[in-house]
């Protein structure tokens, strides 16, 4: 439906019994009403009834958009946004349409849509009555839907009331009503909510910093143990994690460094529930956990007394030794789709892997489903469509933009000089990497992730556990590689290759200074500049704590002239709106989900790996050259 922006006024809202529509729907949220309002709009479109049509076409694009309350200034944002097509947006509003529900808010019964009008009309208008009465039916909308199951639709409500009334001042006196609310959901399930409801509005309260850390730092271990209890050690880490916050808002050191080692410790735990799963891919997840309690561990330990050091570093030696023998073990990877005819049915068995998991098994599924294609066998598919094509591999390798400028150009593979040959091989290879880089896209990393946000409210902090304590990530980065790689998941390449494409280029040089490379220059004025992608992926270091397939790939996605050489490309502003939804993006998306779940262990050095690898050869469990492949893989 598209609007024709007929004139409308408020007694073409009245007629409408709207109330009585609402009432049919099973939830009273948007994302519900907003069919039924389109189903009424092309119904008095084919009774000709025009005003009736553009009111109904006005609300349902109002209803349309999806609520993203962490934001102060967009709060609603289009339900999708695709290469060219878009549904709703805020400023798809004209003046006429913003004065029209000027004069129905009011008057509209239901809080939720209350709530989504009287917002549109603060964003764009900046009106004050329309944010207090956006504030008031935002709680209200979120008493109805309180669940302490499928609690994320209400926490979003409060969420955006909180954010409002901050943004009204605290003079205003909306924002301690809306702190009591969030007192009050917290006193009435005291800790015995089965989800996060009860951790997200403790979350609120600490960003807002309401200071009754006793009380609720205890609420927080409340939980958390009860999450314990039910072997749920996701749901543990986050209630561990607040408990922390609570610690050090109240700077309790001591207690907060007691939080911090139970957050390790629930890694731990998850480890060892992974491990004793059947399939052989948990012993990868196992390791990954394994991974984050050791950085935990080593993040805590720096403002520890001499005694406490002591037994953390005996504790890190000890699942170090734990992480190893998970990584011994055979992994059995997927591999690339073959061909563009096995895409629905690699499509159909993915969706399948992941369909009534968590979200986070989900994530960590879709993480685990391929790696980077083999050198060897990019350079034998060239080399046999040289065979092929006879003609083709005599003229050089060029490529164009799309101003047709010239931004490539290399030698042919038959050149008589040997660097020459192996450039236009290379050059051939990352062209024949993008091949792959659609089959896998195309065939697994969309549609599991459309399945994926199939289940409710995928959050931005879901991605959180992913992150933290995380070896790849240095400290402080953590939020922005949320931010990345939940704009990615919905589908917001654009957002999410700004976000995570400068974080891995430092996430880089933070690896590579682990291991004690210098990942800097200084020049004859003594001053010192941290080296960019286009220096450090080609170290030889990096090779040796990666891997030659995961380098190639990676050289060929971001600096790569015959890649896709987005980090150059975007750096400079080279990219276009519609590029960023590219297959080659949303792969890079993906490459980096991988990498932050299976996370390079820095501190295993080169000879362990090696000892680990051999050692695993010679027991046996190394049989075959796939499975060797699958424990290199492990160790990245």
Request: aromatic share 8%; with cysteine; proline share 4%.
């Amino acid at each position: 439906m598209s609007l024709k922006n007929i004139p409308l006024a408020k007694r073409d809202f009245e007629e409408l019994q709207l109330e009585e529509l609402i009432k049919k729907c099973d939830r009273k949220e948007c994302d519900r009403y907003f069919l039924i309002f389109f189903d009424k709009a092309h119904e008095a479109e084919a009774a000709g009834e025009t005003k009736t049509e553009e009111v109904f076409t006005l609300l349902g694009y109002a209803a349309s958009m999806m609520l993203k309350p962490s934001s102060p200034t967009e709060p609603v944002t289009p339900l999708f946004v695709m290469h060219g097509p878009r549904s709703a947006i805020i400023d798809d509003f004209s003046e006429d349409h913003l004065k029209f529900f000027g004069e129905i808010v009011f008057d509209i019964l239901d809080p939720e849509l209350r709530a989504r009008i009287a917002d549109i009309l603060w964003v764009k208008k900046r009106d004050f009555r329309a944010a207090e009465l956006a504030i008031a039916a935002y709680l209200e909308t979120a008493t109805i839907l309180e669940d302490p199951v499928q609690w994320s639709a209400c926490a979003k409500r409060i969420e955006r009331a909180v954010r409002l009334a901050a943004l009204l001042g605290r003079k205003a006196g909306h924002l301690n009503k809306v702190i009591s609310h969030i007192e009050t959901v917290l006193d009435k399930y005291n800790g015995e909510d089965p989800k996060f409801l009860s951790e997200r509005l403790m979350g609120l309260l600490l960003e807002f910093q309401r200071d009754d850390s006793a009380k609720y730092s205890a609420l927080s271990e409340k939980l958390a143990k009860r999450a314990e209890s039910d072997g749920d050690w996701h749901r543990a880490r986050r209630y561990w994690e607040t408990k922390a916050h609570w610690h050090k808002l109240a700077k309790d050191a001591d207690n907060e460094r007691t939080a911090q080692i139970k957050v390790a410790e629930t890694y731990v735990n998850a480890a060892k529930v992974e491990a004793d799963g059947e399939a052989l891919t948990r012993y990868v997840a196992a390791a990954g956990h394994m991974g984050r309690a050791i950085e935990s561990y080593r993040r805590i330990i720096g403002g520890a007394n001499e005694c406490m050091k002591e037994g953390m570093n005996e504790r890190i030696e000890e699942l170090h030794h734990i992480m190893l023998e998970y990584q011994e073990r055979p992994i059995n990877y997927p591999k690339f789709i073959s061909t563009e005819s096995d895409l629905n049915e690699a499509a159909k068995n993915a969706i399948a892997r992941v369909k009534g998991k968590t979200l986070y098994d989900a994530i960590f599924e879709l993480a685990l489903m391929g790696e980077s294609p083999e050198v060897s066998s990019l350079r034998k598919e060239v080399q046999e469509l040289a065979k092929e094509y006879p003609i083709r591999p005599l003229f050089p390798v060029v490529k164009v933009n799309e101003k047709g400028k010239v931004v490539g150009s290399s030698s042919n593979l038959f050149s008589n000089d040997p660097k020459e040959a192996e450039a236009a091989m290379r050059a051939n290879m990352f062209k024949q990497a993008k091949f792959h880089h659609t089959i896998h896209t195309q065939g697994i990393i969309e549609p599991v992730r459309c399945q994926i946000n199939l289940e409710p409210n995928v959050r931005l902090s879901d991605f959180i556990p992913i992150v933290s304590n995380n070896p790849l990530i240095p400290e402080g980065r953590e939020y922005i590689y949320a931010q990345g790689l939940h704009a990615g998941m919905e589908g917001d390449f654009l957002v999410a290759a700004h976000l995570l494409i400068p974080q891995f280029e430092n996430s880089i040089r933070h690896v590579l200074t682990q291991r004690g490379v210098i990942t800097s220059g200084i020049d004859p004025k003594g001053i010192q500049d941290e080296r960019s992608l286009n220096k450090t992926l080609y170290l030889p270091e990096m090779q040796n704590i990666c891997g030659e397939d995961l380098i190639f790939d990676l050289q060929g996605l971001l600096t790569e002239r015959f890649g896709a050489n987005l980090r150059n490309r975007m750096a400079h502003g080279l990219i276009s709106h519609n590029d960023f939804y590219s297959v080659q993006v949303a792969y890079l998306w993906w490459l980096i989900l991988r990498l932050c779940c299976l996370p390079i262990i820095a501190q295993i050095k080169e000879d362990e790996a090696q000892q680990v690898k051999d050692s695993a050869a010679e027991s046996g469990v190394i049989e075959n050259a796939e499975t060797a492949k699958a424990v290199k893989g492990a160790k990245r």
